[in-house]
Nanobody, 127 residues
Framework: QLQLVESGGGLVQPGGSLRLFCKVS????????IGWFRQAPGKEREAVSCISASTGRFDYADSVNGRFNIFKDAAENMAYLDMDNLNPEDTGVYYC????????????????????WGQGTQVTVSS
């Protein structure tokens, strides 16, 4: 079965940085796209970034473009999200998820396309 486990969240001051980790099992990152999503208190979950299975394509939400970087190491079964210059609006529970369809040539921001989800890791940006 496909499983994902997030880690790396925590409390950080505005302007700080964090690296989030997504350890996957039961599938290869060479065949399934990964998306990062977040949910702030009182708000709906939103897409943050995604990376394709094998084509090297990636995407970022406008709100994080230039500050966040997504990458993966398929050999280590690990996907990452580097977050820089964090602000309080970045606060929320961050989830990684795997596409429900294998071998897409691009990743997508449509949440319903992702069938496999981790439990999330809390990121709090506050003074």
């Amino acid at each position: 079965q496909l499983q994902l486990v997030e880690s790396g969240g925590g409390l950080v001051q505005p302007g700080g940085s964090l690296r989030l980790f997504c350890k996957v099992s039961g599938f290869s990152l060479e065949h399934y796209a990964i998306g990062w999503f977040r949910q702030a208190p009182g708000k709906e979950r939103e897409a943050v970034s995604c990376i394709s299975a094998s084509t090297g394509r990636f995407d970022y939400a406008d709100s994080v473009n230039g500050r966040f970087n997504i990458f993966k190491d398929a050999a280590e079964n690990m996907a990452y999200l580097d977050m820089d210059n964090l602000n309080p609006e970045d606060t929320g529970v961050y989830y990684c998820a795997a596409d429900g369809v294998s071998d897409r040539t691009r990743c997508v921001f449509r949440e319903y396309e992702y069938s496999y989800w981790g439990q999330g890791t809390q990121v709090t940006v506050s003074s």
